[in-house]
């Protein structure tokens, strides 16, 4: 097992936005995270990932105990986690920019210049590399963050909604993307792209009010009552 949550729940002031959460992922893993708007995605990647704290509950990366440490600790353990919005730095070059996140995750090293321009091909960007993040089109903006998780050369990488804002030829390479990391990386992927979901994951989770309500496979939960009440509607 790569990650696992025990009981781990999150309010905010009254809110329980996550609750009793017990989620597992597989080593090779590309697993999707579904649900409604406000189910408490974001909420339960932003506490894998420490960007959060949770109100109670464990979470075990690796084999250790990773509840109370901090986000920047977790990524040099191997959790790489792109936010639901574009986070990328404006004003630096698109090479600067995954260069940033490469030594943020492994210190600047000998190997850095190879890493950042492995990374910015793999995504298909490298021909941009020295132009300003905030010049490139919304696509590639999210490109260049998927490069950017890459760079850190993750254990797990979290997608947060990676899709939203592509146009349909640029999500079918995102796609082959996924497929390309998924070959040495665990993904967590958040999608509302039912699609994409259907076409990449092997097994799905999904949340609503904050509990998981089904996993399964894609074949399993589309054709689950419960999923298609609070999610793919009927
Ligand atoms: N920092 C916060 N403070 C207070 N409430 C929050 C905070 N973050 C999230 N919430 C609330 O927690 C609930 C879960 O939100 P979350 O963003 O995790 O949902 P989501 O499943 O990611 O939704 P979406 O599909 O719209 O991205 C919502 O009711 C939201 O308003
Ligand atoms: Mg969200």
Same mark, same amino acid.
């Given at each position: ?6 009981? &781990? ?34 909420? &339960?990647?932003? &506490? ?10 464990? !979470? ?20 790489? =986690? ?12 698109? =090479? ?13 090293? &000998? ?14 960007? /490298? ?10 089109? =919304? ?18 990488? !979290?997608?947060? /909604? ?9 999500? /079918? ?41 089904? /996993? ?14 609070? =999610?793919?509607?009927?």
């Amino acid at each position: 097992m790569l990650i696992t949550t025990k009981g &781990l729940s999150k309010t905010f002031g009254g809110l329980a936005a996550v609750t009793d959460v017990n989620f597992s992922l597989n080593k090779g893993e590309l697993r999707a995270l579904i649900g409604p708007n406000g189910a408490g995605k974001t909420t &339960l990647v932003s &506490l894998l990932s420490g960007r959060l704290s949770p109100s109670s509950g464990s !979470i075990t990366f690796d084999g250790k105990d990773v509840t109370k440490m901090p986000a920047w600790k977790r990524v040099r353990m191997g959790i790489a =986690y792109t936010f639901q919005i574009t986070s990328v730095f404006p004003q630096l070059t698109v =090479y600067e920019n995954v260069a940033t996140a490469a030594c943020y995750g492994q210190g600047i090293n &000998l190997t850095t210049d190879t890493l950042v321009t492995e990374c910015l091909v793999n995504v298909g960007i /490298e021909d941009r590399s020295s132009i300003k993040a905030a010049e490139l089109s =919304y696509g590639h903006q999210r490109l260049l963050e998927v490069a950017m998780g890459c760079s850190l050369k993750p254990k797990l990488m !979290i997608l947060d /909604e990676p899709t939203q804002g592509l146009a349909d030829s640029e999500i /079918e390479n995102f796609c082959e993307l996924l497929v390309q990391i998924n070959k040495d990386t665990t993904i967590l992927l958040i999608e509302h792209n039912m699609s994409v979901v259907m076409q990449l994951a092997r097994k799905i989770s999904v949340l609503d009010h904050g509990r998981i309500i089904a /996993e399964g496979t894609p074949n399993e939960i589309s054709n689950n009552s419960l999923v298609q009440t609070a =999610y793919l509607g009927n």
